[in-house]
């Protein structure tokens, strides 16, 4: 009930393309999504995140959107860039508890020029 | 604002030693995370802290793992006896409170030889 499935687990884009990332769970409590970013030999950045109150968030060229019902979110970048390239994690938490980041296994992205 | 500093960057310990990784959380941050990472995985949640409290410490494995936050100084992972398993990415987060704003740290790079 903890976990946070995550997919694909790689992804291939054009330059200009739209990269997709989904994610699934189980845990009804949870009441905080995140998603961030992971370049190699760095910490992971946040870089959008969502509450269950909202389907759609953007930012830029980020948006979630959010499926309560079927517990899915997922991150859409639009005009993916060569400096998109990184490894993306979600994640889910509940606010006001342990304050504990459940993260998905993460999917590495490749934009190509 | 430096952000979230952790030492060492990289960290090499034969099976038997003891590591001790650190970690200062931002300015203004009193609540401290420590997470692993291990290859192609995702974060998985070790343990949570406030100023000289232990608030969850659900992931941490039972024996040889121990961390604190001191009232002065910065939060401390400790691994006894290191194992060949316990190779891994440690990665620190510090917020304010609350669950939101959540500042990840570069990491230290555990190897066990």
């Known amino acids: 009930q903890q976990q946070v499935k995550q997919s694909p687990q790689s992804l291939i884009v054009q330059k200009g393309g739209i990269s997709i990332i989904n994610c699934a769970y189980e845990?009804?409590?949870?009441?905080?999504f995140p998603w961030y970013q992971q370049f190699p030999g760095k910490g992971p950045a946040l870089l959008i995140a969502i509450r269950p109150d909202v389907s759609e968030k953007k930012e830029g060229r980020f948006t979630i959107s959010f499926n309560k019902s079927a517990k899915q979110f997922s991150l859409h970048i639009m005009d993916s860039q060569p400096g998109d390239s990184a490894t993306y994690f979600c994640a889910a938490s509940i606010q006001g508890g342990s304050e504990k980041l459940v993260f998905g296994k993460g999917t590495k992205l490749t934009v190509n020029p | 604002n430096a952000g979230v500093m952790q030492n060492p960057r990289h960290l090499v310990r034969r099976r038997g030693q003891e590591a001790r990784l650190r970690c200062s959380p931002m300015?203004?941050?009193?609540?401290v995370y420590w997470y692993r990472q291990l290859p192609e995985e995702g974060l998985k949640f070790m343990v949570y802290?406030?100023?000289?409290?232990?608030?969850?410490e659900s992931g941490m494995p039972k024996e040889r793992f121990s961390a604190e936050f001191p009232k002065e100084g910065p939060s401390i992972l400790r691994i006894q006896q290191v194992v060949r398993g316990d190779s891994a990415a440690y990665f620190c987060a510090s917020s304010p409170g609350g669950g939101y704003g959540y500042t990840f740290g570069s990491g230290t790079r555990l190897t066990v030889v």
């Open positions: 300015k203004g941050h009193s609540h």
């Open positions: 845990n009804t409590a949870f009441d905080y």
């Open positions: 802290l406030q100023k000289e409290n232990i608030i969850d």
